[in-house]
């Protein structure tokens, strides 16, 4: 077993990690950095996958703008000259037995700024939207501490909205039943203005007429995000990298940390976690007990994403537009579906029509026991439903992500926090389990962890 020494050890090489290992190496140059991941490849769940000529991602596919720290690792790195942009096409629901599009002045669903572009979009029906306009005259909304975020919606404007457009939003963007997300955590302005106020919708408009911040939207790379993780690792080349070495645990010895390795044991002054919770979990378990035990209780769902390339001439959208959301009262296996080809540029193909399809929901795992032909084979006659489609797919790619997402359910914060109160001086956790699972969150975080170092380092220094 091979003996090696650093000054900061960051375990897991996904955006967390690397943004981390590159943050740090921008504030500290003197500092030795080792970067330890457990498979040979960097990126995590940001994954481009070719699909014969063709460029798919298996992951993520955008992440959004106007995150401070996003920003500065996209300007540090001279990524931001080479961003590109989405295609301006709408988005979708699809709900009572059709494709709607998603109507402006929804926040995460609630209605905010306009009404009237829900009212026309045909998402619900009259009823529902009647029920809708009970949100102005009902008495304020009792909450105990935090409430789910689909419980507020459907306590403020009913089951209608919840189901048709809540419900997809959240479950396509989180994979999360929206009852269980915390409201409090992931929509804090919406917490607020459900706190101190008896209509949402007023609140809500009150706070956009005074919010004028703009929403600075989307990216992604010509190749793909890959090319963004793979630009970082390349940054990264005065930070020792080892790849193919999974840790399996860590231990404390006369203040210092000690990693094992399957072939190394490495020492060092201070360690950070940017590894799913579970995994960080199972590293602690021996010799961190309690905040192994507290990190297990972060559940994760499975997903699945499916690429799907037709012949163009056999993929025909009714309109122009990135893809869709699905709501769960369809019933169907499909949780949302983007529409490459119509999206970003590097998906345009004179022969092909690039489609991705999402299953997955912590209510629906019936994909985990279907063939790859059997789940392409669903996809396409679902899709069929809502477009003509004249021939079946011609490349089809199936890949599962089991324990994807973390869940950030009602409470979810009380265990981050917790665990965070418990961690020896040193010791550190970021990523997508912990302050926001969006690449820009997980960059965020990982920027104020390498600051946390810095400045600690320079405390010792200057005693
Ligand atoms: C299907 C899907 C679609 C998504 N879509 C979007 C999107 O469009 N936009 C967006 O912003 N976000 C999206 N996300 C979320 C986002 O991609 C992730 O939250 C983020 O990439 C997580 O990064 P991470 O570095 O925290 O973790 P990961 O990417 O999971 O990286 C962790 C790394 O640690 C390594 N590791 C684990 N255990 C060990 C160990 N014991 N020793 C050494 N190494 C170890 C792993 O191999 C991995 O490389 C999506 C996620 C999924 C799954």
């Known amino acids: 077993?091979?003996?090696?020494?650093?000054?900061?050890?960051?375990?897991?090489?996904?955006?967390?990690?690397?943004?981390?290992?590159?943050?740090?190496?921008?504030?500290?140059?003197?500092?030795?950095?080792?970067?330890?991941?457990?498979?040979?490849?960097?990126g995590g769940k940001i994954r481009t996958e070719p699909l014969g000529e063709l460029v798919g991602e298996a992951g993520p596919d955008t992440f959004a703008l106007g995150y401070p720290a996003m920003s500065t690792l996209l300007e540090k790195t001279g990524l931001e000259k080479e961003i590109i942009r989405p295609f301006p096409n709408k988005a979708y629901i699809w709900t009572r037995g059709g494709l709607h599009p998603i109507p402006e002045g929804l926040v995460m669903g609630f209605p905010s700024t306009k009404v009237g572009p829900l009212i026309n979009s045909g998402i619900l029906s009259f009823s529902d939207l009647i029920r809708c306009s009970f949100d102005i005259i009902l008495p304020k909304t009792k909450i105990d501490g935090d409430i789910g975020i689909g419980e507020l919606a459907?306590?403020?404007?009913?089951?209608?909205?919840?189901?048709?457009i809540v419900d997809p939003l959240i479950g396509g963007i989180m994979a999360c039943s929206s009852d269980r997300l915390s409201t409090k955590e992931v929509m804090p302005a919406l917490f607020k203005a459900a706190q101190e106020n008896r209509s949402l919708i007023l609140a809500m408009r009150n706070s956009t007429k005074n919010n004028k911040t703009k929403r600075a939207g989307s990216a992604s790379f010509m190749k793909g995000l890959s090319y963004m993780t793979d630009k970082i690792v390349k940054e990264l080349e005065d930070v020792e990298i080892i790849k193919g070495e999974k840790v399996t645990g860590l231990a404390m010895n006369d203040g210092q940390f000690i990693l094992e390795t399957e072939k190394s044991e490495i020492e060092g002054k201070s360690v950070v976690l940017a590894v799913p919770s579970f995994s960080s979990a199972k590293i602690l378990e021996s010799n961190f007990p309690e905040i192994s035990a507290k990190?297990?209780?972060?559940?994760?769902?499975?997903?699945?994403?499916?690429?799907?390339?037709?012949?163009?001439?056999?993929?025909?959208?009714?309109?122009?537009?990135?893809?869709?959301?699905?709501?769960?009262?369809?019933?169907?296996?499909?949780?949302?579906?983007?529409?490459?080809?119509?999206?970003?540029?590097?998906?345009?193909?004179?022969?092909?029509?690039?489609?991705?399809?999402?299953?997955?929901?912590?209510?629906?795992?019936?994909?985990?026991?279907?063939?790859?032909?059997?789940?392409t084979g669903k996809l396409n006659s679902e899709l069929s439903e809502v477009v003509h489609i004249t021939g079946n797919p011609v490349k089809a790619k199936v890949i599962r992500w089991f324990n994807a997402l973390p869940q950030y359910k009602v409470g979810h914060f009380d265990i981050v926090k917790e665990v965070e109160s418990r961690l020896p001086v040193g010791l550190y956790l970021t990523g997508a389990a912990y302050h926001g699972v969006g690449i820009p969150a997980c960059v965020t975080d990982a920027f104020n962890v390498a600051k946390k170092i810095s400045e600690k380092i320079q405390e010792k220094d200057s005693n």
Request: with cysteine; hydrophobic share 40%; proline share 3%.
């Open 1 to 42: 077993m091979r003996k090696l020494y650093s000054d900061v050890v960051i375990i897991g090489g996904g955006i967390s990690g690397l943004s981390a290992a590159y943050f740090l190496h921008d504030f500290r140059k003197d500092l030795k950095i080792t970067l330890v991941e457990g498979t040979d490849r960097f």
């Open 154 to 164: 459907e306590k403020r404007f009913g089951r209608g909205l919840k189901e048709s």
């Open 295 to 375: 990190l297990s209780g972060i559940t994760y769902t499975s997903v699945a994403i499916v690429l799907l390339a037709y012949r163009k001439e056999d993929f025909n959208p009714p309109f122009s537009s990135s893809g869709f959301l699905v709501s769960p009262r369809e019933g169907k296996l499909m949780t949302a579906s983007t529409w490459l080809t119509m999206k970003w540029e590097y998906a345009k193909s004179d022969d092909y029509f690039l489609v991705r399809c999402f299953v997955g929901t912590p209510d629906d795992v019936r994909w985990e026991d279907m063939t790859d032909e059997e789940l």
